[in-house]
């Protein structure tokens, strides 16, 4: 089973930006895709963010944060980043780094991820 590892949370203002990592303990990176999500303190299911698939490099993002984060991966694949722009307070959340076998897809829908990493927490506060 994958092990995945976020980093990169932490405390910044509204505008900031933050990168975070997902770092995979299987280098066999090529079979699954990986993707990002959220989960506020409302304790409300897990919000999509962005996903990228490993065969093909398709993404796809959440509504809400088109045009200020993007997600990409290192050349060796076995970390992803989600880069966050422009951050707003609704953003405060735990993010989460999950992977899915599908390897042609940048999917969104959370019941298709396999693994799913610890999260790491997101304030966005002034």
């Known amino acids: 089973q994958v092990q995945l590892v976020e980093s990169g949370g932490g405390l910044v203002q509204p505008g900031g930006s933050l990168r975070l990592s997902c770092t995979a303990n299987?280098?066999?990176?090529?079979?699954?895709?990986l993707g990002w999500f959220r989960q506020g303190s409302s304790g409300k299911d897990r919000e999509f963010v962005a996903?990228?698939?490993?065969?093909?490099?398709?993404?796809a993002f959440a509504d809400s944060v088109k045009g200020r984060f993007t997600i990409s991966e290192d050349d060796a694949k076995d970390i992803v980043y989600l880069q966050m722009n422009n951050l707003k307070p609704e953003d405060t959340a735990v993010y989460y780094c999950a992977s899915t076998p599908r390897r042609y897809t940048a999917s969104s829908d959370s019941a298709e991820y396999t693994s799913w990493g610890q999260g790491t927490q997101v304030t966005v506060s002034s």
């Open positions: 996903a990228i698939s490993t065969i093909g490099g398709r993404t």
């Open positions: 299987q280098r066999t990176r090529g079979s699954y895709s």
